[in-house]
């Protein structure tokens, strides 16, 4: 009994261990019973390791279960076959499993792979799922499942690989359009010939070009297969064949020959299919539809491109004139997407020779530059590259370059950053055709200036002398001319000192001298001494005006020459030797030549650094009598550049012009050119300057001005402005400039006649009005210093009034004693102490002018404050009575205010020494001495200009000082003032 309760516990035991194990092993299964198989797939290894424990535990079970059922043979023999079976099932994971397994990992890392390697991945899963590869729902649905597995996973390595996955099965499921790639034309789908089966190649799902079998006796493309062992090596396992998953002992590609010639007699009736069909629809004398069109430009493209032993076909078939034919006639037409494909096409079949020749015959240069303009980057750049096709050829690069606007949009296209690609392409075209020497000035008139400049830095004589004539006789832009004198002007200048090389280089100078910022560049390289030499040799009569015209286009410019070497001695050009050779040409040079050389004096004479000295040695060499006789010369260049040069003489030695004007009986000649409507305004312009720098007395102004110009040049002021409109060209503002200076004839008289004229043409509101506009600061300079000289003359006739009664109407009216009831007493005017009509025109204040003069003080140019300052200074008195009751007006219309403002800003000069004697009048008052005694900046600019200023402005700083106790005064004089003005 004992013996029996032991092997009962025992086979009980035993059953219960062996139900546990199953029921673990149950667990095993049921986590990957509704997964993917994918799923199982790459993580059999832990499933089989799982059940491979349970199996060996349920083995250790029934062996325990076979020892103690020794002496019952119908339950041990059970027992044995429960084992048996047990032992049956085998949990190792298969070559292929592994195999799948190690290439989807490493795949995951997210290595570069091609079409053939993703095909053979593929079948390799489908093997080891037990599915078919061109399954491709089946593969997919897999794929999905395995993507919700995956879902809460936290492993790294299997997301990778279900990325890598899905991209391997997306990309390897897009079918290769066969079709196309075949060459199949829809609308002549009979005339195509289907590939077969066999023609396919299993990776690439393409017609093969270079079928191999392997000794698994398969078929592939040849590249296709190399890949895939290439990638089998990579990953350290044997190679294998894709269709067949066989181990392959050798890697032998073995060409198959049979199938590689039934391709290509299938191939070859395909592209004389759609040769043929081609044709037919390009030589239509209606035009196919855009979509025929496309699709037979794509098929000739493909033949090409697939075929390149085929084009000869195309060529002899005509379909190189045909396309070019269709480009021609819908150019428009056929729309930027067309063209460019019948340009990529073209480009294909420029590669033959002899069908380069003929696209060049029919005038495909012309088309493809059109192109180079089209509204699509695609059509640019097939124009473009077609174009450096042609240029392959040395010979046929300056054909090229003829064509209308070749050069011009390969230029633009070369400096296109936007567009990298195709502005290379346009560079290396435009280097080719550098090479050739007839492209040289067409290239240089489209900008490129390179192959000009490098002919002419290093060619012989006989080139540098070409290229100079080249540069000489072209239409350069502003770039243009200061990039060849930058690397080209010493070049010219050198070429000067060869009497053979003479002539051409001295165009080429004059041609670059046109353009103002080339004057330092031309200085620089020393070419005055060069062009003086030649102007002042006995150079032939056309060089001489050449080397001239050269000259005055290099000094039109002040800054930048003035300190140079004007000839070999190191005379500069403000020289008395340099401006008396000049004068000497004036009366034996060509006509040319002196209206040249008056352009010199010009130029040298409006420099602020040559002015002065030219001016001098004009006056002293008697120039001004050679300069008079242009200023009726026949010619209208000789007559402006005559009255310029006189104007500008006139601002430096108006006296001796002057004198020298009334000896020769000119004078009235500036006149007359004013009054002839005939006359240029140029010549007007300047014969008003000239009027009006003259220094003349009230005599001259009354006989040889006269009453009726005051009224023209109010006239032509009024009607100037009204022109202008707000804008202030030179012409126009050197008009203005002149009228107004002859209006200061009049406004600076003191003749009663002249008198009456200021007041009857207002010359006092016409002053002031100039003030407001924006006009050049010699306007508004002059328009100042006519209120200035208005102001003085307001003063006498005050001081007058107070002498004897005014005529009724006059400037000021005095007033009579009245008995009993009169008229009310109307206040004095506080600046001048007499009665100030309220339209005079000889008072500031009554004339409304304060306030633009005060804003003229913040004028940036410093003569124009000066200006100002003067006629500011006119409404202050020396009388210590007047002086009170000026400065409290002044002060009201915040005029000290403004004066003692500019003074605390302006450094040690001629506006200082204006301001600070309006600023001690002002401080002579005791109540504004008390306002400003705390003034800081005040005190601080009168010291500065006590230490610093010149003799008048330490005086007055001296005396303001004391006035503001600021030091003791040397004498009662200023005290005594002071208590005079409370």
């Known amino acids: 009994m004992v013996a029996y309760a032991l092997i009962v516990g025992t086979v009980q035991t035993a059953l219960k261990g062996i139900a546990g194990d199953l029921k673990k092993a149950e667990e095993t299964l049921s986590v990957y019973r509704n997964r993917s198989k994918i799923y199982v797939l790459i993580n059999c290894r832990t499933l089989y390791e799982a059940l491979r424990e349970c199996s060996v535990a349920i083995g250790g079970w029934l062996a325990l279960l076979d020892s103690t059922l020794q002496d019952n043979p119908d339950l041990h023999k059970k027992t044995v076959d429960l084992s048996r079976d047990m032992k049956q099932p085998q949990f190792r994971v298969t070559e292929n499993e592994a195999r799948v397994y190690c290439t989807l990992q490493r795949e995951g890392q997210v290595r570069p792979t091609t079409k053939a390697v993703q095909s053979a991945i593929i079948m390799d899963l489908a093997r080891a799922l037990g599915t078919d590869s061109e399954n491709h729902a089946e593969l997919a649905e897999q794929i999905k499942i395995l993507k919700k597995d995956l879902v809460r996973s936290n492993s790294i390595s299997e997301r990778r690989i279900l990325m890598s996955l899905e991209k391997t099965f997306n990309s390897w499921s897009v079918e290769p359009n066969i079709a196309s790639r075949s060459l199949d034309f829809e609308i002549e789908e009979d005339t195509h010939i289907s590939p077969f089966k066999n023609f396919i190649c299993p990776l690439t799902k393409e017609v093969m070009k270079d079928p191999v079998v392997l000794e698994s006796s398969q078929t592939y493309e040849r590249t296709a297969i190399e890949h895939w062992f290439e990638r089998c090596i990579e990953d350290g396992r044997d190679p294998t064949c894709p269709v067949t998953g066989q181990m392959l002992k050798s890697l032998e590609q073995k060409p198959n020959i049979s199938l590689a010639g039934a391709i290509e007699e299938w191939l070859n009736r395909n592209i004389d299919s759609q040769i043929k069909s081609a044709v037919q629809y390009l030589s239509e004398d209606s035009p196919p539809s855009a979509e025929c069109i496309e699709r037979v430009l794509d098929n000739i493209y493909l033949i090409c491109e697939e075929h390149p032993s085929s084009r000869y076909r195309v060529r002899n078939a005509g379909i190189v004139v045909l396309i070019v034919r269709l480009l021609k006639n819908s150019h428009k037409s056929i729309g930027s997407h067309l063209r460019s494909k019948a340009l990529m096409a073209l480009l294909s079949m420029s590669i033959d020779e002899e069908s380069k020749e003929e696209m060049l015959e029919e005038g495909t240069t012309r088309l493809a530059i059109h192109s180079l303009i089209g509204s699509s980057e695609k059509e640019k750049e097939y124009a473009v590259k077609l174009l450096l096709e042609f240029s392959s050829d040395e010979a046929y690069c300056a054909k090229m370059t003829s064509e209308k606007g070749a050069l011009v949009l390969l230029s633009s296209m070369a400096g296109n950053l936007e567009y990298p690609a195709i502005s290379n392409i346009a560079e290396e075209i435009l280097k080719r055709m550098e090479k050739v020497e007839e492209n040289v000035q067409h290239l240089a008139a489209a900008g490129r200036f390179e192959p000009l400049l490098t002919r002419l830095c290093h060619g012989t004589s006989d080139v540098r002398m070409e290229m100079a004539s080249l540069v000489g006789r072209m239409t350069l832009t502003n770039s243009g001319k200061e990039q060849i004198a930058r690397q080209g002007a010493k070049i010219f200048v050198e070429m000067l000192l060869k009497p053979e090389e003479r002539t051409p280089s001295l165009k080429a100078l004059y041609n670059l001298s046109t353009l103002d910022d080339n004057a330092t560049i031309l200085v620089d390289s020393a070419v005055f001494p060069a062009l003086t030499q030649i102007l002042f040799g006995d150079a032939p009569s056309d060089l001489k005006e050449l080397a001239a015209l050269t000259l005055a286009n290099v000094v039109s410019q002040p800054g930048h020459w003035e300190l140079a070497s004007a000839d070999k001695d190191g005379e500069s050009m403000q020289s008395e030797t340099i401006v008396c050779s000049l004068l000497g040409l004036l009366s034996v040079g060509s006509p040319k030549c002196q209206v040249a050389i008056l352009q010199i004096l010009n130029g040298i004479a409006s420099s602020p650094q040559a002015s002065e000295s030219v001016a001098a040695h004009i006056k002293s060499g008697n120039g001004i009598a050679a300069i008079i006789p242009f200023l009726e010369h026949p010619e209208v260049g000789h007559r402006i550049y005559a009255c310029r040069l006189t104007r500008i003489l006139s601002e430096r030695v108006g006296s001796v012009l002057a004198n020298e004007l009334k000896r020769s009986n000119k004078l009235q000649l500036f006149k ?172 500031l204040l009554k004339g409304n002018c304060i306030k633009p003069l005060l804003d003229t003080l913040a004028d940036e140019d410093t003569n124009v404050q000066i200006a100002a300052v003067e006629a500011l200074s006119t409404l202050v008195s020396d009388n210590p009575y007047y002086l009170k009751r000026a400065i409290d007006e002044l002060e009201q219309l915040s005029v000290i205010d403004a004066v003692i403002t500019l003074f605390t800003e302006v450094r040690p000069g001629e506006l200082q020494e204006r301001t600070i004697w309006m600023v001690e009048r002002a401080l002579r008052v005791d109540s504004h001495t008390q306002r400003h005694s705390l003034n800081q900046a005040l005190i601080r600019a009168l010291v500065e200009a006590f230490k610093h200023g010149n003799a008048n402005a330490k005086r007055h700083a001296q005396e303001a000082l004391t006035n503001l106790k600021q030091i003791s005064g040397v004498s009662g004089k200023n005290s005594n003032q002071s208590r005079g003005c409370r």
């Open 672 to 843: 007359d050119k004013l009054l002839d409507n005939q006359c240029n305004d140029a010549e007007r312009s300047e014969a008003a300057c000239v009027l009006a720098n003259l220094p003349l007395s009230d005599d001259e102004v009354k006989t040889v001005l006269g009453p009726g110009l005051v009224r023209w040049a109010v006239t032509a002021l009024k009607e100037q402005c009204h022109l202008s409109s707000g804008r202030t060209s030179r012409p126009a503002s050197s008009m203005m400039e002149g009228f107004l200076g002859l209006l200061l004839h009049y406004a600076r008289s003191h003749d009663p006649a002249i008198l009456n004229m200021v007041r009857e043409y207002r010359l006092l509101t016409i002053f002031c009005e100039q003030l407001g506009y924006p006009s050049q600061p010699r306007v508004k300079q002059r328009a100042a210093l006519g209120l200035k000289y208005l102001s003085e003359s307001g003063r006498i006739l005050a001081a007058a009034s107070d002498l004897e009664p005014p005529p009724p109407n006059g400037f000021c009216l005095c007033l009579t004693s009245i008995s009993g009831r009169g008229p009310k007493i109307p206040a004095e005017c506080p600046i001048h102490n007499a009665l100030c009509a309220e339209d005079s025109q000889f008072c």
